[in-house]
């Protein structure tokens, strides 16, 4: 019997063809801003450095999505499509998603050749270990907009400043 979730990706796969063409900036966008509010602040000064200027180009195979990002000194933002890679990142959305919760880890998805890292190594294992240390991203809901109060406020999603 197939599981629910199987189910859900295999839906979400269907629309490939439609994701491909869709323009990839603003899904790039809304990524860097995620990151650069959840994970950045949580990467030591010193890895923040070693890992700027790297772009990272992060491909979900099985629904033709691909954006790049790259980090800079005020954290990390879309990077444009012309751009060369540093690094590139290919996964099925349900193991960047396993990823992300921490319900699988990079070495075991590396090893299973479900993620795929192509690129400069000594860049994918400084990304990898830092993934690794820091754990997973707290992802639990943002506040409606206009709420600024709260432990978990997002000032990017309320627009303050």
């Known amino acids: 019997m197939m599981r629910h979730q199987d189910a859900l990706w295999q839906a979400l796969a269907c629309g490939a063809p439609v994701f491909r063409r869709l323009p990839t900036w603003p899904l790039a966008q809304l990524a ?5 509010e ?5 990467v030591p ?4 450095v070693q890992l700027s200027g790297g772009t990272v180009e992060v491909v979900v195979t099985d629904l033709g999505l691909c954006v790049r990002l790259v980090a800079g000194a005020r954290g990390i933002s879309a990077a ?5 890679h540093t690094l590139r990142i290919q996964a099925q959305a349900r193991h960047f998603m396993a990823l ?3 319900d699988e880890d990079p070495d075991t998805l ?3 050749r479900r993620l795929v890292m192509e690129g400069d190594t000594a860049y994918g294992l400084l990304l990898k ?4 240390a820091l754990g997973p991203i707290d992802w639990r809901p943002w506040h409606p907009p206009g709420r600024t109060s709260g432990p978990r406020s997002s000032s990017w999603m309320t627009g303050a400043q």
């Open 38 to 42: 959840r994970w950045w602040p949580l």
């Open 45 to 48: 000064p010193d890895v923040q």
């Open 110 to 112: 590396f090893f299973d």
């Open 32 to 36: 860097a801003r995620a990151l650069t």
């Open 80 to 84: 444009p499509v012309s751009s060369t």
């Open 100 to 102: 992300m919760q921490g």
């Open 129 to 132: 270990n830092t993934l690794d």
